[in-house]
């Protein structure tokens, strides 16, 4: 019997596991995360970080245990999923996955006029209001994809994900690719608009500035398995080698020293 799921928990795991074929990626994955939390997600490459978030979007299923988002329980089959769960979650895939053929403003707009919404008027309203929120400005609106920096991309990527008002935000190694500047910039922005409007986070990465300063709650995936979730100092007290290497080498140190 499936337990019932608090209205504090933005995404609760109930003994997922998870395989491609004959490998498998989770093993009996249970968490809950409460909504308005920044969670950060750890583990080595290929230990299924970015196929936890698929999960939490209904793009890729699980062969046993139960997914819930906002409350609501996610169906078995892919083609059964409600839209409605859909758009509690804004995502913002590795490298910002932006439309080469769209501009800045028919890749924000996009979201919308999946919904049907077709008024010019409100589009422009919605898209423009959204590329300031992002520290954008109008003018960058016409630009294509390829002509934007590395940070730009980020941006517009940020205000596509939002541009529906989620619930839950799912990120996807948010600082890769970025210069230092840069990426001191996006997570700012982020800390910013999550003051603001206290959207709860689930966000792979591996940049150690970002899980000392952004994450209230760090999940760690090793051996098929979330082996720790809790605030960073009971991380990295955590007795285990992935934690050691990840955690405890020479550069983390000066992070974490800091």
């Excluded at 909504?35 to 290929?46: F, K, M, P, T, Y």
């Excluded at 590795?94 to 403003?105: D, H, I, Y």
């Excluded at 609106?141 to 939002?162: F, I, N």
């Excluded at 996006?186 to 990465?205: D, I, N, P, Q, R």
């Amino acid at each position: 019997m499936t337990v019932a799921v608090p209205l504090s928990d933005a995404v609760r795991f109930e003994q997922v596991w998870t395989r491609f074929g004959d490998k498998l990626i989770h093993q009996n994955i249970s968490f809950c995360l409460q909504q308005g939390q920044i969670l950060g997600l750890v583990g080595a490459s290929g230990c299924g970080k970015t196929t936890l978030l698929r999960e939490i979007i209904g793009l890729q299923m699980p062969i046993q245990g139960d997914i819930f988002v906002m409350g609501k329980a996610l169906p078995k089959q892919a083609d059964q999923l409600d839209l409605q769960i859909s758009r509690l979650s804004g995502v913002l895939f590795q490298k910002g996955a932006l439309f080469s053929a769209l501009s800045v403003f028919e890749n924000i707009a996009f979201p919308l006029r999946e919904l049907g919404i077709a008024d010019s008027g409100l589009l422009q309203h919605l898209v423009m209001m959204k590329l300031q929120r992002v520290g954008l400005s109008a003018s960058d609106a016409g630009l294509m994809p390829a002509a934007l920096s590395g940070g730009m991309v980020k941006r517009v990527a940020l205000a596509r994900a939002l541009i529906l008002e989620p619930s839950l935000l799912l990120l996807d190694e948010p600082t890769s690719g970025l210069d230092p500047i840069a990426s001191e910039e996006f997570v700012s922005l982020l800390s910013e608009l999550h003051g603001e409007l206290a959207f709860t986070v689930v966000m792979v990465t591996h940049d150690l500035d970002i899980l000392r300063d952004l994450c209230t709650e760090v999940a760690v995936l090793a051996d098929h398995q979330l082996i720790v979730k809790a605030d960073l100092p009971k991380v990295l007290a955590f007795p285990h080698p992935f934690i050691g290497q990840f955690f405890h080498n020479r550069r983390a140190n000066r992070v974490f020293c800091n």
